[in-house]
Structures are given as structure tokens and as C-alpha cells.
T-cell receptor, first 116, second 113 residues
């Protein structure tokens, strides 16, 4: 149980285009979803926290107009990287918590974004 | 804000050796502590957790004890296997699940046969 999926697993796009990444909780309702960014050989950095039906809360230094987060349902959150640039290339990971265990986050497998 | 410091690798051990990966934290309130593992090409998986002082989390032969007095949560295993090769992340959550996790930088563990 507690499976989180992400789609796509990897994406390559041209500079200036927008990319959408989906995060789904497959077998539980996610009360909260989180988006992280991981640089090579570095730790995960929290980008934003989202609750279903409300606006996401962004961490300091994360541009909310660039990284659009939509949490439309209890099983789906999307991250859209708008007007992507090469410096946005990274590994994006989502996680989710559910009603049964609110202090344990279940992570998706991540999405590798490469901006040319 | 919260912070986590863990030993950086890579840590290279022989099979059946004893493993310790140190982790210390700073956090407000009464945080929960976690160890996550990331196997090559896979996402993070929860390895173990502890939610209050003196709790011991354990899973797959790994153990970690929540030491409030030393603000530590060191990961140990008595006899490692080649299959334990992975990156291990220590993390802290003081928001009761409402806030995101604060991670350490990760420790790359390499077990040689």
C-alpha cells in the first residue's frame, strides 16, 4: 500500500517551453502533497506544500509563478514548470501523506527534467 | 528552521561489516525522525522512523534510536549486505506531517563482496 506514482519519469524540453509533471497517490487519499527538487549528489529541497482544494505554500526562494502547483483532487497534484530554462534541469520528486499516517511521507519515483 | 547533518560518503564497507551512519538534527518542538533509502534508479523509500524520545525504529536489520539529549538519530546495522548499497537520507519533521521534511545531504553506502 501507499504507492505514489509520477509521470513522466523523464522529460526533455526546449528552453522557453512549459512542462507538466503529475503526481498521483494510487491507493490512498493524500491529504497533503509535497514537491521537492534534488540536485545531483545533493539532498532533497522542499519546494512547496499543497493541500487539496487550496493554494500551495511555497518555500522561500521558490518562484510560485514559475513552478505552478495544482492539487485538484485527493489523489492528484501537478507541477508545471513554466518557461523552462536550463537551470531548471533537475530531478523533481513528489510525496504524499494520508489520513492513516500523517507524519509519514510516501515518495514518488521522481521525474528527471532536462531543459535544452 | 530545521536542519539535519549527516556524514557524507561515500562510505565503503565489506560485506558483513558493522554499519553506523551518523545523523544529528536541530528542530523546533517535538519532531519525528526518519531514515529514507534510495536504491539506484529508484525513488525514496521509508526505512524506519521514530516519533518520540528514546523510541527505536527498526526495519530490515537497520536500527536507529531517537536521542533527544544528543539530538541524534544514528543508523546502525550489525551485518551489511551487498544489497544494502544505496543512498541513505536522514530527515526530520516537526510539523506533524503538515510541513515538508528537512533532509540531510545523504550518505552513499557501497558494500563490497
Amino acid at each position: 500500500g501507499a504507492v505514489v506514482s509520477q509521470h513522466p519519469s523523464w522529460v526533455i524540453c526546449k528552453s522557453g517551453t512549459s512542462v507538466k509533471i503529475e503526481c498521483r497517490s494510487l491507493d490512498f487519499q493524500a491529504t497533503t502533497m509535497f514537491w521537492y527538487r534534488q540536485f545531483p549528489k545533493q539532498s532533497l529541497m522542499l519546494m512547496a506544500t499543497s493541500n487539496e482544494g487550496s493554494k500551495a505554500t511555497y518555500e522561500q526562494g521558490v518562484e510560485k509563478d514559475k513552478f505552478l502547483i495544482n492539487h485538484a483532487s485527493l489523489t492528484l497534484s501537478t507541477l508545471t514548470v513554466t518557461s523552462a530554462h536550463p537551470e531548471d534541469s533537475s530531478f523533481y520528486i513528489c510525496s504524499a501523506t494520508g489520513h492513516a499516517s500523517t507524519d509519514t511521507q510516501y515518495f514518488g519515483p521522481g521525474t528527471r527534467l532536462t531543459v535544452l | 528552521g530545521n536542519s539535519v547533518t549527516q556524514m557524507e560518503g561515500p562510505v565503503t564497507l565489506s560485506e558483513e561489516a558493522f554499519l553506523t551512519i551518523n545523523c544529528t538534527y536541530t528542530a523546533t518542538g517535538y519532531p519525528s525522525l526518519f531514515w529514507y533509502v534510495q536504491y539506484p534508479g529508484e525513488g525514496l523509500q521509508l526505512l524506519l522512523k521514530a516519533t518520540k524520545a528514546d523510541d527505536k525504529g527498526s526495519n530490515k536489520g537497520f536500527e536507529a534510536t531517537y536521542r533527544k539529549e544528543t539530538t541524534s538519530f544514528h543508523l546502525e546495522k550489525g551485518s551489511v549486505q551487498v544489497s544494502d548499497s544505496a543512498v541513505y537520507f536522514c530527515a526530520v519533521d516537526s510539523g506533524g506531517g503538515a510541513d515538508g521534511l528537512t533532509f540531510g545531504k545523504g550518505t552513499h553506502l557501497i558494500i563490497q563482496p
